[in-house]
């Protein structure tokens, strides 16, 4: 059996080989779907990173009345925790809020200065809420002003991040609506190249396929060959298709950290090389193998 | 006494037999009609006919290459119609075949070429290198064993076909018009050969037009006429009404 698969195996480069520019044409077309197919992957992949990391910082500011005693607004943060929807709440002191305040303006003297001329501490207490998801934040807001500590508020601040957030997210959808069409489009592609592929080897092997009948060769011997063609352009394809993807995406890397900071591509695709690979060979494979049965149904009767 | 008989006996165990065998090909041309037929071990048999008689068709249901529309062949013992289904490939490692067209890769030297009938059944390496060098010498081409198909005569492209055929060690070999493109002088080796290849005790078929080589055999001849068989001379020549 072992012997069988060397043998066939090697059987299978040398045509793949001998074929030339037929099977030069049959990887890159299934590089290119593979390529496409995984560019769409890293992007939707870190954009879903970022819409994550954006999310976690979404939140509501509940801020108390000037004179609100610490005692309520502690008893109006154990009530918030409550709420079902509510993640975390963090309590932000006058005092907390100040400081806060001063350093995220210490390069600004103007409003130091003003900060200043007012005197004593104009900043209010609040509550930062997060929600476990960010759809809830419409009713944890109707919950605060239905609250039995509603006379104590000033105002709710939210909605802060909720238009990047929903932009974000129909980005999103947008690629990957672009990325599945665009995929499946492609995988059809490849399962004709490589039915289209295999069925010239077929048909370039007629006379040894006829011969191998005659002297007996088990079906499988004479299948075999044409499995491992499909995988092999599957395999080959998608380390080329990896190659290319490390090139590009340190490439457009470049110019995406220089516009979003936050958004690392290439720290995605090494983290993630193992899977991005795997995958690859996997679907390249599976594209092959599938392309190649369809071939040998089509043509191959044994 | 008892020893003979069972000799006897061994040698005329049926190898082959058809069982009021009908074969229609698509559409509703008769090839074969109520073929009834039995092939014993190391016979060595001719079978004849005009052109479109059904020869073919009558060593294509032996190597099972085609199935019987009605009745059953059986090949030592066993029906076709099942083998065909479950052990196609066993049964033609049993068979050895040889074509008018030799069917010889061209890209592979003689050597290759019969050694390829034995690595796509899987036999291991030592095998093919102990086996393939005496088949060539069986039918005397072991100084062209590096030869290219194209750098032969006919008859020396059909002796390696013939090689090929033995390599499996078969019970039968099953040739359908093996001289048909090969001069007189040829034709007359090849049919040597396969006498040879019968005595050394392999059932030999034959299909051909060629009434020398079959009055050279001078074995049963079968003779069939529009797919049926209309005499079957237990030794004999060549004779079409
Ligand atoms: N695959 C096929 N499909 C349809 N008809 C066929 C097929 N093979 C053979 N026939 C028909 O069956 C008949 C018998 O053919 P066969 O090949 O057995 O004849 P043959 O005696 O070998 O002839 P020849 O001497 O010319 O080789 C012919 O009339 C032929 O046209
Ligand atoms: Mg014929």
């Known amino acids: 059996?072992?012997?069988?698969?060397?043998?066939?195996?090697?059987?299978?480069?040398?045509?793949?080989?001998?074929?030339?520019?037929?099977?030069?044409?049959?990887?890159?077309?299934?590089?290119?779907?593979?390529?496409?197919?995984?560019?769409?992957?890293?992007?939707?992949?870190?954009?879903?990173?970022?819409?994550?990391?954006?999310?976690?910082?979404?939140n509501i500011s509940v801020y108390f009345k000037a004179d609100a005693e610490e005692g309520v607004i502690l008893a109006a943060k154990t009530e918030v925790e409550k709420m079902n929807e509510v993640k975390s709440v963090e309590y932000i002191s006058k005092e907390v809020a100040l400081e806060n305040f001063k350093r995220t303006n210490a390069n600004e003297p103007v409003i130091l200065e003003s900060?200043?001329?007012?005197?004593?501490?104009?900043?209010?207490?609040?509550?930062?809420?997060?929600?476990?998801?960010?759809?809830?934040?419409?009713?944890?807001?109707?919950?605060?002003?239905k609250a039995t500590f509603s006379e104590e508020v000033s105002r709710v601040n939210y909605n802060k991040n909720k238009e990047l957030i929903n932009k974000l997210n129909s980005v999103i959808e947008?690629?990957?609506?672009?990325?599945?069409?665009?995929?499946?489009?492609?995988?059809?592609?490849?399962?004709?190249?490589?039915?289209?592929?295999?069925?010239?080897?077929?048909?370039?092997?007629?006379?040894?396929?006829?011969?191998?009948?005659?002297?007996?060769?088990?079906?499988?011997?004479?299948?075999?060959?044409?499995?491992?063609?499909?995988?092999?352009?599957?395999?080959?394809s998608s380390v080329v298709s990896v190659l290319l993807l490390f090139i590009s995406l340190k490439f457009i890397a470049s110019y995406v950290s220089l516009t979003i900071p936050t958004v690392s591509l290439m720290n995605f695709y090494l983290a993630n090389f193992g899977t991005i690979l795997g995958y690859q060979i996997l679907l390249g494979s599976f594209f092959g193998v599938i392309g190649g049965l369809m071939a040998m149904r089509k043509y191959l009767k044994v | 006494m008892i020893n003979e008989e069972n000799i006897q006996e061994e040698k005329n165990k049926i190898m082959i037999k058809f069982d009021n065998v009908s074969k229609t090909y698509k559409g509703d041309f008769m090839a074969l009609e109520e073929i009834n037929l039995d092939i014993a071990e190391g016979e060595f048999i001719s079978v004849v006919g005009q052109s479109g008689s059904g020869k073919s068709t009558l060593l294509k249901l032996i190597y099972a290459e085609e199935a019987a529309t009605v009745g059953e062949v059986y090949f030592d013992g066993n029906p076709l119609s099942v083998v065909r289904k479950k052990n196609l490939s066993a049964h033609r490692r049993e068979i050895g075949t040889v074509f008018q067209d030799f069917k010889l890769l061209?890209?592979?030297?003689?050597?290759?070429?019969?050694?390829?009938?034995?690595?796509?059944?899987?036999?291991?390496?030592?095998?093919?290198?102990?086996?393939?060098?005496?088949?060539?010498?069986?039918?005397?081409?072991?100084?062209?064993?590096?030869?290219?198909?194209?750098?032969l005569s006919g008859g020396e492209q059909q002796k390696v076909a013939i090689a090929r055929a033995l390599v499996h060690t078969p019970m039968i070999i099953v040739a359908d018009e093996p001289t048909g493109n090969l001069d007189p002088i040829a034709s007359l080796e090849i049919v040597r050969l396969l006498i040879r290849i019968n005595e050394l005790g392999t059932t030999v078929v034959l299909a051909s037009h060629d009434k020398d080589i079959v009055?050279?055999?001078?074995?049963?001849?079968?003779?069939?006429?529009?797919?049926?068989?209309?005499?079957?001379?237990?030794?004999?020549?060549?004779?079409?009404?």
């Open chain 1, 1 to 58: 059996m072992l012997l069988l698969i060397t043998r066939t195996f090697k059987e299978s480069i040398r045509s793949i080989l001998r074929n030339g520019w037929l099977s030069v044409s049959t990887i890159s077309i299934l590089v290119m779907s593979l390529y496409i197919i995984s560019v769409f992957f890293v992007f939707t992949s870190t954009a879903n990173e970022m819409l994550k990391e954006i999310k976690n910082k979404a």
């Open chain 1, 115 to 145: 900060l200043k001329e007012i005197g004593g501490n104009p900043l209010l207490a609040a509550l930062v809420v997060r929600a476990n998801n960010p759809t809830d934040y419409q009713t944890i807001d109707e919950n605060i002003t």
């Open chain 2, 215 to 241: 009055d050279k055999a001078n074995k049963r001849v079968l003779v069939l006429e529009n797919g049926r068989i209309i005499a079957d001379y237990p030794q004999g020549k060549y004779k079409i009404s």
């Open chain 2, 106 to 151: 061209p890209r592979k030297t003689v050597y290759e070429n019969v050694a390829y009938a034995l690595e796509v059944s899987g036999a291991p390496d030592e095998e093919i290198a102990e086996n393939v060098p005496q088949i060539l010498d069986i039918v005397g081409l072991t100084t062209k064993a590096k030869k290219y198909p194209h750098q």
């Open chain 1, 174 to 236: 947008t690629i990957q609506k672009i990325g599945i069409s665009l995929g499946l489009l492609f995988a059809a592609i490849s399962l004709l190249i490589t039915f289209n592929a295999v069925r010239i080897t077929i048909y370039t092997h007629k006379q040894e396929i006829e011969i191998m009948r005659l002297v007996g060769a088990s079906n499988m011997f004479i299948r075999l060959p044409f499995i491992f063609e499909g995988i092999i352009y599957g395999i080959v």
